[in-house]
């Protein structure tokens, strides 16, 4: 009964964060998307995460591009900004923004669609610039939209609902944004909360350009045998290389924890707590994750967990070293400095 509007009245015992919000208060409209569907349950994680990390629903910007995946922005985070683009633009548009205004949060919400066919070169310059941002793909392998035919991130050999099989090589995202240069990489499971809410929770804390690319099942066109992307066959075939147990905010503790747990500090002085499931895993290491992704999908299993985090990240600010705040707020005076300011410039450039 998706007509219906949830009630604006919270019950007064809901739990707050320590900024008084309840976790009613990240949610959004009611979902119209198929009862069932993947991206539902990571619109429920991405409310979940920012209530954990104590997030001002209006300290968010979220940016979404077209499919299914690009209308979850919607059924999350209600009070927040939020901007639909055109199919395949959202990463340019969340630059903007970006450079606009530093100070806001900006998750960008894609699929498959989305962002490995028209989108794909806009999503390769978002990663390789380091622009901070939270990409995540919900990447369900078609296109629900259009009565799902193959997306480019369909397996080769996967059967389609009808029986065609797919000949193309598929793209894998989270490979190709670690080959692009993305400072944290991850791949989750649309059914597997306890994995997926932590990923994002790191994710929003990182310093530089984060991409989660996660798998969800589409229940009306991707959900059968012979399909890669359904739901059996991704708890079957998933391969957990390491579990988020916690985020560290506060300050550094010092703890006796079992030699399967390695801490990894961030640039804004948090910390990643890690439990290892592949015992020789590191995932500092980018060539080291990008084998293991490949040995995985050889064996036709998919890894998920933190494939790779770079500690010592910078965002596109940082490297282009602009100026401290936000530029929507600097008045005439600092956007217009005058011609002697403009000459000096020139001086430095010849």
């Not at 209006?58 to 985070?77: E, M, N, Q, W």
């Not at 503790?253 to 079992?258: D, G, K, N, R, T």
Request: hydrophobic share 40%; charged share 20%.
């Amino acid at each position: 009964m998706t007509y219906l509007a949830k009630p604006r009245l919270h019950h007064p015992s809901l739990t707050k964060n320590q900024v008084g919000y309840t976790r009613r208060d990240y949610e959004g409209k009611v979902s119209t998307l198929c009862a069932g569907c993947g991206h539902d349950s990571i619109s429920g994680a991405i409310v979940q995460a920012c209530w954990q990390l104590d997030i001002a629903p209006h300290r968010v910007a979220k940016l979404s591009g077209i499919g299914c995946s690009s209308k979850t922005p919607d059924y999350f985070l209600g009070a927040s900004h939020g901007f639909n683009t055109v199919h395949g633009r959202m990463p340019s548009v969340l630059t903007g923004a970006y450079l606009a205004n530093r100070e806001l949060l900006y998750l960008g919400i894609s699929g498959d669609g989305d962002s490995a066919s028209i989108g794909l070169g806009q999503f390769a310059h978002a990663m390789r610039r380091g622009v901070r941002m939270v990409y995540i793909v919900e990447n369900n392998g078609v296109y629900g939209l259009t009565k799902g035919q193959f997306s480019a991130t369909a397996d080769k050999g996967s059967v389609a609902k009808k029986g065609a099989t797919n000949n193309d090589t598929a793209i894998d995202l989270a490979a190709l944004a670690l080959q692009l240069g993305a400072t944290f990489v991850a791949r989750s499971f649309s059914g597997d909360k306890a994995q997926l809410v932590p990923l994002i929770e790191a994710a929003i804390r990182h310093g530089g350009a984060a991409f989660i690319d996660v798998i969800s099942p589409c229940v009306a066109f991707n959900n059968h045998a012979g399909s890669t992307r359904s739901y059996d066959h991704v708890r079957e075939h998933n391969e957990a290389l390491n579990r988020i147990d916690f985020i560290d905010l506060a300050a550094e503790q010092v703890v006796e924890h079992p030699l399967d747990v390695i801490d990894v500090p961030q640039a804004d002085g948090t910390a990643l707590r890690l439990r290892k499931v592949a015992a020789d895993y590191d995932p500092t290491d980018r060539l080291a994750a990008m084998n293991a992704m490949q040995l995985r999908a050889a064996a036709g299993e998919i890894a998920t967990g933190l494939l790779y985090v770079d500690p010592a990240a910078r965002d596109w600010h940082a490297a282009q070293r602009t100026a401290a705040g936000a530029l929507n707020a600097f008045g005439e005076e600092a956007l217009c400095p005058g011609a002697a300011a403009l000459a000096r410039i020139n001086a430095g450039l010849r």
